[in-house]
């Protein structure tokens, strides 16, 4: 399921990465790999706040669409 449907408060599983090779680089740097552990914290709008490893992100609904778990 895309993150903008995600629950909110569970911890998640990156199950895909639905990008081309840029945008998956620059979800590596943000610590958004397949595998890895995140925490929607709130999606209003289809926006999304993730709680990533020690830090919260914000994504707006085209780069959160992109990201299923």
Same mark, same amino acid.
């Given at each position: $399921?895309?993150?903008? %449907? &995600?629950? &909110?408060?569970?911890? +998640? /599983?990156?199950?895909? %990465? +639905? &990008? ?10 943000? *610590? =958004? /790999? =397949?595998?890895s552990? =995140?925490? !929607? $914290?709130? &999606?209003? *709008?289809?926006?999304? %706040?993730?709680? !990533?490893?020690? *830090? ?5 609904? /085209?780069?959160? $669409?992109? =990201?299923?778990?």
């Amino acid at each position: $399921m895309p993150l903008p %449907i &995600a629950p &909110a408060g569970e911890e +998640l /599983t990156v199950k895909k %990465i +639905l &990008a081309d090779e840029k945008n998956k680089r620059h979800f590596e740097n943000l *610590g =958004i /790999t =397949i595998g890895s552990k =995140i925490v !929607v $914290m709130s &999606a209003v *709008g289809g926006n999304v %706040i993730l709680k !990533v490893k020690n *830090g919260r992100l914000a994504l707006d609904r /085209t780069q959160a $669409m992109k =990201i299923l778990v």
